[in-house]
């Protein structure tokens, strides 16, 4: 379980993030939906320890994101909303520094990234430096990586973003499985039609707040009976 | 041509403005005019005395205007060094070129734009060292007023013909050579190229200095044979010294004349050879390498490592795969100890070797002072440790989401530092033990002084870099270019290092070598724990808060 508690975030001259708090359980897929510039990635990149926290707690199982800040990291597997990984390695390199960092068993290595990297069709460029992948097989390489520790929790932002449609199929299919298992699955999109598709709840964030937070079909009455949500759906449907 | 100097201003403005830069590096640029002043004074009184030394001694033969010729080819070689690299970075590898490309220009236009800061730039070295010469020449020639409008006009124009020939040779070796497919791999060979050049020439004037001495006299005997000499391969050079020898006669304006058409001509084929060849040659370029990964590597790419040397291995590997890093840093740190290599074993008899034998004649702790001076001016700032953060530029994020405690990162940092300058002292301390001839006991204080400080260089390094990474670069040289950080890296070294050699120096109690040592040990080791305390306090305060 995610614990996200009255979290804020300011920076020069603008509240990103605004007394923000979730409750994200295990099993399900999570979606958190919002307009462009709404403090999706801000949240996610404070709940992942990129940014420090202004105001507030985050806990991932139990474990404080700012206190005990190794343990918390090591359950996170994070898909980033921008690829700028390390350029200058090469795929398999790239891969087995990830599993250096997470302690990934020697065996389990071999097999995974094989298995992996052929799924997602990025076999053969694994000996290719990251800097000549394009953004979708930059994000497909993080995503391997991420598979390969296996952690409880994952935390995606704008993963479907870039991806090709059979990736994408993949990809939505892998967090249904790993919701399945009991495991947590938090994905950041602009895109309503996503989290209709995929999503067990959703919370809708809009200009650093919490707007709307529950399962998908109080989402829907929500949305025709509140003027502000009516406006904000606008927004999320002509942007898909 | 309206359309050219719109691109030329818009160029300029953009290579120069100063947005973008902090507080702090606008203060270092003020410090470092401040120091340019005296620096500058100091420049234009060695070249008086020079030119007057010279003066003296060719004016009985009426050889005067070698000096020219000696000037004039100088700095023909200084501008072609100079724009080597300048030419290079600014037509093929700013990353600009790609948004010229698509507009509504032709080609010349573009590489004219282009051509603008590089060769402006040029005018710096000019301005410092050409001119001054000039004048001074001037007086000591009691020259009239021609003789000086001449100078200001061949002033202007020197830079032309070998920042063209530089210019030109670039764009034929990039349309038509082969390297030109691979961005990378070009930008490591033309980096090389320049410290080849530096060395090349050095061996090339030594070599020749050697084996003219014979004919010297006959050739004093006849006038400007001597200057012909001097000016063989530069009849820009040749022109130029002609016209300021006899500026009123028919032969000295034919030759001013003939300079300024070179030059114009020059110009021309710049254009020409631009409109033709720099599209051909910028296009393509393309970064990275491809190839198809084969299935029998999989098990010994995916060895398991301990996470510090998974994290050297990544430091390693962008250092030596970025055409930038690798220049900047690699051949830049092992620059020096090669080319002080190179110079000792080419010269039997020269002024590095008279200084061996005078080392032979000091006793112990003088040398070991010597040499341990003499280390530290040679190995100076290390790229490597004030780039520390900002060579991961926008990937540094990835650093603060992975479960790698942060002094893990921060001593693989160092510890990259430290290794190429424990390369480059390898290569000084082979010199210093096989040509110097310093006693063992000696050798072996040194060798251990100057690995440690080593170690406190990098550590300087990195706080520096620590303190104001950065990470919002588009382009690698950004890390280097415009910071004032080289600069506060060596004013630091000079604290710490000038301190210990200045006691050294003139506490008597350090004539013995076993007291020097003994301090030398005891002060070396307090900056490393100090060092190492601070860099472990603001690790833990600021690691997680750069962005
Ligand atoms: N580093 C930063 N400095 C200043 N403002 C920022 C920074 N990062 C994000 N913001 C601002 O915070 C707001 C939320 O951004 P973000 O969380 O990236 O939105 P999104 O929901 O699209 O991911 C935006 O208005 C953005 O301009
Ligand atoms: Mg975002």
């Known amino acids: 379980m995610i614990e996200i508690n009255r979290i804020t975030k300011t920076f020069p001259g603008k509240t990103a993030v605004k007394d923000l708090s979730l409750t994200i359980p295990d099993g399900k897929i999570f979606g958190f939906l919002g307009p462009n510039g709404a403090g999706k990635s801000t949240t996610i990149k404070m709940m992942t320890g990129i940014l420090p926290i ?29 690829s700028d990984i390390f350029l200058r390695l090469k795929g398999i390199e790239y891969l087995n520094f990830i599993a250096d960092v997470y302690d990934v068993p020697q065996e389990v290595r071999e097999t ?3 298995e992996l990297t052929k799924q997602f069709g990025i076999y053969e460029a694994l000996d290719d430096h990251i800097q000549t992948y394009s953004h979708g097989m930059k994000q497909k390489i993080v995503v391997s990586g991420v598979l390969l520790h296996d952690p409880d929790i994952w935390i995606l932002d704008e993963p479907l973003t870039g991806l090709d449609p059979k990736s994408s199929y993949m990809l939505k299919e892998m967090m249904r499985d790993h919701a399945a298992k009991g495991k947590i699955v938090f994905f950041s999109t602009h895109v309503l039609e996503v989290v209709e598709q995929l999503c067990d709840e959703v919370a809708i964030i809009n200009q650093g707040h919490v707007q709307f937070q529950g399962n998908m079909k109080e989402m829907k009455q929500q949305f025709q009976e509140d003027q502000n949500l009516e406006q904000l759906f606008l927004e999320l449907t002509q942007n898909g | 041509m309206a359309k050219t100097w719109l691109l030329i201003k818009t160029m300029v403005k953009m290579q120069l403005s100063t947005a973008g830069k902090s507080d702090l590096e606008k203060a270092g640029y003020g410090c470092l005019v401040l120091f340019a002043i005296p620096l500058g004074l100091l420049l234009l009184s060695i070249l008086n005395s020079m030119i007057d030394t010279l003066y003296t001694s060719l004016a009985p033969t009426g050889n005067e205007n070698v000096i020219l010729g000696l000037l004039f080819v100088m700095m023909t070689f200084i501008f072609l060094f100079v724009s080597l690299s300048t030419v290079l970075s600014s037509f093929y590898f700013a990353e600009d070129v790609e948004s010229f490309i698509p507009l509504p220009f032709q080609p010349y236009q573009i590489v004219m734009g282009k051509a603008a800061v590089p060769f402006l730039s040029l005018y710096g070295v000019n301005t410092l060292v050409l001119l001054p010469s000039l004048i001074i020449y001037g007086i000591h020639s009691a020259s009239g007023p021609v003789y000086y409008i001449f100078s200001l006009v061949l002033w202007l124009v020197a830079p032309v013909v070998p920042f063209v020939l530089t210019a030109a040779t670039i764009m034929f070796i990039m349309r038509f050579a082969n390297i ?48 012909g000499l001097v000016t063989k391969f530069f009849p820009t050079a040749y022109f130029s010294s002609i016209a300021l020898t006899s500026p009123t006669s028919i032969i000295g304006s034919l030759n001013f004349l003939a300079m300024i058409a070179l030059s114009f001509a020059g110009i ?36 398991k490592r301990q996470v510090l040397w998974s994290l050297l291995l990544k430091e390693w590997k962008t250092i030596v795969r970025t055409p930038t890093f690798f220049t900047q840093i690699l051949i830049q740190s092992l620059f020096f100890p090669v080319f002080i290599l190179i110079l000792l074993l080419l010269q039997s008899s020269g002024s590095l070797s008279t200084m061996a034998s005078r080392i032979n004649g000091w006793d112990d702790s003088t040398s070991l002072l010597v040499l341990f001076a003499f280390t530290i001016i040679g190995l100076g700032v290390n790229p490597a440790s004030f780039s520390s953060i900002s060579r991961e530029g926008k990937s540094w994020f990835n650093n603060l ?11 693989s940092k160092l510890l990259v530092s430290f290794f190429l300058n424990v390369l480059s002292l390898l290569i000084i301390s082979i010199a210093i033990l096989f040509l110097f ?100 306090k603001v690790t833990k305060e600021k690691f997680s808060t750069i962005h």
């Not at chain 2, 631009?274 to 190839?291: A, I, P």
Request: net charge neutral; charged share 15%; glycine share 10%.
């Open chain 1, 54 to 82: 202004d105001e507030g707690s985050i806990t991932m199982n139990g474990k404080d994101i700012s206190k005990e800040v190794l343990a918390a990291k090591q359950m996170i597997g994070y898909v980033p909303d921008r």
């Open chain 1, 112 to 114: 995974k990234i094989s």
């Open chain 2, 180 to 227: 030109a497919k691979n961005k990378d791999r070009t930008k490591i060979i033309m980096g090389s190229l320049g410290f080849a050049f530096a060395i090349g020439v050095n061996i090339l004037f030594r070599l020749d200095s050697g084996g003219t001495g014979g004919g010297m006299s006959e050739m004093v005997l006849e006038q400007n044979a001597l200057l």
């Open chain 2, 268 to 303: 021309l084929l710049f254009m020409t050879i631009g409109q033709q060849w720099y599209f051909k040659g910028v296009l393509g370029l393309s970064g990275g390498t491809r190839s198809t990964f084969k299935e029998n590597d999989l098990k010994r790419r995916t060895e």
């Open chain 2, 401 to 411: 989401y992975l479960p790698i405690p942060a002094p893990l990162i921060v001593t």
């Open chain 2, 437 to 536: 001839e310093v006693s063992l006991s000696v050798w072996f204080i040194w060798f251990l002084a100057s690995i440690v400080a080593s170690w406190i260089t990098s550590i300087i390094g990195f706080l520096l870099d620590f303190h104001q990474p950065k990470l919002n670069w588009t382009d690698e040289r950004e890390v280097f270019k415009g910071r004032m950080i080289g600069f506060f890296a060596l004013a630091a070294e000079a604290l710490v290092f000038g301190l210990l050699l200045i006691l050294l120096w003139a506490v008597p109690l350090f004539q013995s070598l076993t007291f020097a040592s003994v301090f030398m040990v005891v002060y070396l080791t307090i900056c490393v724990l100090l060092g190492q305390w601070y860099v472990g």
